[in-house]
């Protein structure tokens, strides 16, 4: 069990009692206090917890458009079934989710007993999603049931296994938007960055496990996949609650009251009424959408320079391999410069990496030579933004700004792989728009890390930061 001191109040993440005859180094987060054997059991549970986590969301996207093309779905359905329903839910449920879980406050902290309460109902939606058929006929043995069925524009079938998904999503918003908040709430902030770097490791690792050991079996045990994934799922996950404690709270900040819809203001004020926090979802904005043509580079762009497919797919291993190794090295470099300037160069890299690959990939060992510097910019751009944003957001909030930021960038992301397709149908060159597009959002984003940079030192950071 994590240990605790909740009589000892803690400050943001400082080392304590280092050197000292008969002490131990303590690293604390608000009321919690850690020696160095407690992290490493902290970080076992909440790695562990990852590596289940990113196993069931490889499962899940990959192996559902098999089972509904199986069942004669459209290419449309399938696409509404898997992403849509998805985009739509989060972009409605996490803002709300996150909102009311950074002011809830219960003995068990205030992001657990969301992951508790709805891990079960995950496990049973998961585990029913490939048994749609066998459930349809359950259902259509109720009375009047058939009937309504039968008026649906859609094969009823393909119209079951809507609702297990969209059931699944449903709850499984809850973990996927709380669990990411729980880390910040329990992490120590000297060791963020090391803990986002083995955490993305693990996350690769997951990913490696599935394609050697489950996606070969998806033709034939493809029930069986989804029920042991769910059924670890939920044991992984309930147990990892669990044991990694959360500490005390301040009480939250009086909420208007008197609407139904105060909420909303709140929330809408609080994100989006200060200019500050313009420019801090701007930044992440530019992260996410500096890969909005990366569709285009998978495929086209690669072929345009004279790839094969075994080309491409070597290429994607060497990345692969090279994020896994570089991820906690960068950690480490990023709990070691601070975030910001870890931000700064690999938003400078990025454009300077992809500048060099528009004027000189030619054929496979170019397109490796200089691949290798292009991911490690790309990776460095993406471990940096995670600790940058606990840098940068109101501790006590961090789930609510969390979610302004990645549905503020969602919406434009939207929009904007079409316009590179326009771009490219204009240009007639998947080289320039996919080398030079996430070049130009990396130098907005530059500009607009060095803009909160300045704010963020003037309000007092890095030791007595007030977020406003």
């Not at 999603?129 to 039968?150: C, D, H, M, S």
């Not at 044991?235 to 909303?264: D, F, T």
């Not at 190794?325 to 950690?331: E, K, L, W």
């Amino acid at each position: 069990m994590v240990e605790q001191d909740l009589a000892t109040p803690g400050g943001n993440g400082q080392v304590s009692g280092v050197g000292g005859a008969g002490r131990r180094a303590t690293f604390t987060v608000g009321t919690l206090v850690y020696h160095r054997a407690n992290l490493v059991t902290l970080f076992a549970w909440l790695l562990w917890g990852d590596f289940i986590f990113n196993l069931m969301q490889t499962v899940m996207p990959s192996l559902l458009p098999l089972i509904l093309k199986r069942h004669h779905a459209t290419d449309s359905q399938i696409a509404i079934i898997v992403n849509s329903l998805f985009m739509l839910m989060n972009m409605l449920l996490n803002p709300v989710i996150s909102y009311r879980s950074d002011r809830t406050r219960t003995r068990w902290g205030r992001r657990r007993p969301y992951i508790l309460l709805t891990t079960p109902l995950v496990v049973l939606f998961l585990a029913l999603i490939p048994y749609a058929p066998n459930l349809l006929k359950i259902v259509e043995r109720i009375p009047g049931a058939a009937g309504l069925l039968a008026l649906s524009p859609i094969s009823t079938v393909i119209l079951m296994f809507g609702v297990l998904v969209v059931g699944f999503q449903l709850f499984n918003m809850f973990i996927s938007s709380v669990y990411y908040y729980l880390i910040v709430d329990v992490v120590p902030a000297p060791l963020i960055g090391r803990f986002y770097g083995l955490f993305r490791f693990f996350g690769s690792l997951a990913g490696v496990f599935y394609s050697f050991f489950i996606f070969p079996l998806a033709k034939t045990h493809m029930a069986m996949i989804f029920l042991v994934t769910a059924l670890l799922y939920g044991v992984c996950i309930m147990l990892m609650a669990w044991r990694v404690k959360e500490g005390q709270y301040p009480p939250p900040e009086k909420e208007e009251h008197g609407n139904w819809y105060s909420g909303i203001k709140n929330y809408a004020r609080e994100c989006f009424g200060c200019p500050y926090y313009w420019w801090v979802f701007l930044v992440y904005g530019c992260y996410t959408w500096a890969g909005a043509a990366n569709v285009f580079g998978i495929f086209f762009f690669r072929d345009e320079i004279g790839l094969s497919l075994a080309q491409i797919g070597k290429i994607g291993a060497i990345g692969g391999l090279i994020c896994m190794a570089a991820a906690y090295p960068v950690g480490v470099l990023i709990d070691r410069w601070g975030s910001h300037k870890t931000l700064f160069i690999g938003f400078t890299a990025v454009p300077i990496c992809s500048l060099a690959t528009a004027l000189l990939a030619h054929g496979f060992w170019s397109a490796v030579l200089l691949g290798v510097p292009a991911t490690l910019a790309t990776y460095t751009v993406g471990a940096a933004i995670l600790n940058w944003t606990v840098a940068v957001y109101p501790r006590a909030r961090y789930g609510q700004f969390g979610s302004a930021g990645a549905m503020s960038s969602s919406l434009v992301a939207a929009g904007l792989s079409p316009l590179a397709g326009w771009l490219i149908d204009y240009v007639h060159s998947y080289r320039l728009v996919v080398c030079l597009w996430p070049a130009a959002f990396s130098l907005l984003g530059l500009a607009a890390a060095l803009v909160v940079y300045q704010r963020w030192k003037a309000l007092g950071a890095p030791d007595h930061y007030q977020p406003p």
